[in-house]
């Protein structure tokens, strides 16, 4: 019988998708070119590292670090990031 125990996504942000991968999540980075939707990986957030994330931060405070974090992992990337 397939596990239910379903674990909260981080907050959704603006061209990103969070992918079930392993014990954690992959964060994708999320763009359309010549009509087609195309994703690429930036970093996996760990299970336990998103737990520690989740007892520190709530609500706007969770969504910012997010937010932060992704910034982050595109500039580690040299993916360009808009101000």
Same mark, same amino acid.
């Given at each position: ?48 590292? $998103?737990?520690?994330? @989740?007892?520190?931060?709530? #609500?706007? &405070? ?6 932060? $974090?992704?910034?982050? @992992?595109?500039?580690?990337? #040299?993916? &360009?990031?808009?101000?």
């Amino acid at each position: 019988m397939p596990q239910t125990d379903r674990e909260e996504k981080p907050p959704p942000v603006a061209g990103i998708d969070w992918v079930r991968k392993g014990a954690g999540w992959d964060c994708k980075l999320v763009w359309f070119e010549n009509g087609e939707r195309r994703r690429t990986y930036l970093r996996h957030l760990g299970q336990k590292r $998103w737990h520690q994330i @989740q007892a520190e931060f709530t #609500g706007d &405070e969770l969504a910012a670090y997010i937010s932060n $974090w992704i910034t982050e @992992q595109k500039i580690r990337k #040299g993916i &360009e990031v808009k101000s």
